[in-house]
């Protein structure tokens, strides 16, 4: 039996024997190299970081190319850290599930320290400060989703909490730009030292609504003198502070007990899943898929591993946006959408299952084939329609990933105006009378504004996923009743017509009618959507 803390390197064959790759490096060496020069940190400490970045840092270690290692900082929940890294040295198992089967495991050894950075502990609001404070640090990058950039609520007014950041200065900050700005400001205070801020989050434009973030928290505290002006002009120098672009696909669901039990048998010991109280699911092992991309925009003026050396595309920004689009908002993204807003009506807790759903596979063919890829600009570093037909033909179909409809459908209303407007968009951009033409992407709107109802397909109540418009949008569509159709347009109409969540107003745009005669269909009684995805494909 081999367990995460065994001393992989006197003890190899330990690992070995349990099928498992180890690290070609000291991990205590790693640490005082990153203690003395620390290079790079990565916000937010789940399931994809260590399935994705880790490995990209373990590999760059492996080879020599890196002697430090990464510092993560987890910025949501304190128990990621305290029970998932520090019991652990901080390493993790990434478990690579291949569609036949096969299990390709690697102790990831590249993690310095996990820290757990928001303002109610001392500990690392301090250390976090000293860190940004070194002239080593070339780059930080986050995975800290959609959600963790939000300053502005329905409206498009700024929240309270980003009010009460601007209004109060770095020290007390309280939401995510908020804390990372007071950390730039430390950097800035320091002598204005060059780094990279690399956006990874899944939703194109991330380096851009990361900066544009950043800096509405920075010009607010030079208005109420918590900062000077010259703390905006740094931040606004892509010289000093960048804000790269990037895309990134990795199929990373929550760690499944099915390969808990697959690792315990092969005779991996910590395989207990934690489902902390802030609903983050995380193990000492992450699965995850073979298929994987990350493409960034190479801009780093204080320097940067080679990241190209461990699989990371290094292009410019319009490279880096065209792919972002191909794979964020037409070929990858909005068919999961779909598959979470429909497979969670319709009792699916596997995303494999929803794949012997044929009118589930005919809608997410529609929508990427018929709407989605004719308006697919190519990025020439990965073919729009071939990486589409691996998407639905191999990688959703993986028996062996453990994906569900529900972690599908999490913070949908932070997606939709990204992963269906940008679309929607193309085709005003093309003629505006185009719109009416599609069919697909209106039927899935409807569908996440049933979903929003909370009643399954069978009449029956379910759980919604976590999103931060829950509470609100759950009680205007509560009042819509199966059968029911007589306000419809009234409980509809003022969220069809929010640009906030959808990108546009859809009524303006020819779109709303379209919605809302489909959401009629979707409500017409139990089974009603079971039979208006039928009737949509025959």
């Known amino acids: 039996m081999v367990k995460l803390t065994d001393d992989y390197q006197h003890d190899a064959q330990v690992f070995q024997d349990a ?21 790079w940190v990565h916000m937010g400490g789940g399931n994809l970081f260590r399935c994705f970045h880790a490995r990209i840092a373990q590999e760059l270690l492996n080879s020599g190319d890196l002697t430090s290692g990464i510092i993560v900082a987890e910025t949501y929940d304190d128990d990621v850290p305290a029970k998932i890294y520090q019991p652990y040295n901080n390493r993790a198992l990434q478990v690579v599930l291949a569609p036949d089967g096969g299990m390709d495991q690697t102790l990831i050894a590249s993690i310095a320290h996990a820290i757990y950075y928001q303002r109610d502990s001392a500990f690392g609001w301090t250390l976090m400060k000293k860190i940004f404070e070194q002239p080593s640090l070339q780059l930080v990058t986050m995975t800290i989703t959609e959600k963790g950039y ?146 960034i925009e190479d801009s780093f003026p204080n320097g940067r591993p080679p990241l190209e050396k461990a699989g990371v ?28 807003i429909f497979g969670s009506m319709l009792g699916y807790t596997s995303v494999v299952d929803e794949m012997d759903n044929p009118d589930l596979v005919a809608l997410i063919k529609r929508l990427g084939y018929q709407e989605d890829l004719p308006v697919v600009k190519d990025p020439k570093i990965i073919n729009p329609r071939d990486f589409l037909d691996t998407f639905i033909n191999k990688r959703l179909p993986n028996r062996y990933i453990p994906d569900t409809p ?32 599609l069919v697909a992407i209106p039927f899935i709107l409807a569908g996440w504004c049933r979903y929003l109802m909370g009643v399954d397909d069978h009449g029956e109540a379910f759980t919604l996923s976590p999103d931060p418009l829950q509470a609100d949008l759950h009680k205007q569509m509560a009042a819509v009743k199966l059968g029911e159709t007589s306000n419809v347009h009234t409980v509809l109409q003022p969220i069809l017509s929010n640009p906030q969540l959808f990108g546009h107003d859809l009524y303006a745009i020819g779109l709303g009618d379209t919605v809302e005669k489909d959401f009629q269909q979707l409500i017409a009684g139990p089974g009603a959507v079971t039979q208006a995805l039928h009737a949509l494909n025959h």
């Open 313 to 340: 595309i290094m292009t410019d920004r319009n490279t880096v946006n065209d792919a972002d689009q191909m794979k964020v908002t037409a070929c990858l993204n909005p068919l999961h959408t779909a598959l979470g």
């Open 150 to 295: 939000t300053l502005k609520d329905l409206s498009g007014q700024l929240t309270a909490a980003a009010q009460a950041d601007i209004a109060n200065g770095p020290e007390t900050a309280q939401t995510n730009m908020g804390a990372i700005a007071r950390l730039l400001l430390a950097r800035y205070q320091s002598g204005a030292l060059p780094i990279a801020m690399v956006s990874t989050d899944n939703f194109s434009e991330n380096g851009q609504h990361f900066a544009d973030g950043i800096l509405t928290i920075a010009r607010g505290w030079v208005a109420n003198g918590h900062a000077p002006q010259g703390f905006v002009d740094y931040l606004s120098d892509p010289a000093q502070v960048s804000f790269p672009w990037s895309m990134i696909d990795r199929i990373t669901p929550n760690p499944a007990e099915t390969v808990a039990a697959r690792l315990e048998k092969e005779g991996f010991t910590d395989t207990d899943i934690i489902h902390t109280p802030k609903h983050t699911n995380i193990a000492p092992f992450g699965n995850t898929e073979e298929t994987h991309y990350l493409v």
């Open 19 to 39: 099928g498992i790759n180890v690290p070609k490096y000291d991990q205590a060496a790693m640490k005082a190299a990153t203690d003395a020069q620390p290079v």
């Open 406 to 437: 529900q972690r599908l459908v999490t913070d949908a209303s932070q997606m939709l105006s990204i992963r269906y407007g940008v679309t929607i968009q193309h085709y005003l951009d093309r003629g505006p009378a185009l719109v009416s033409q």
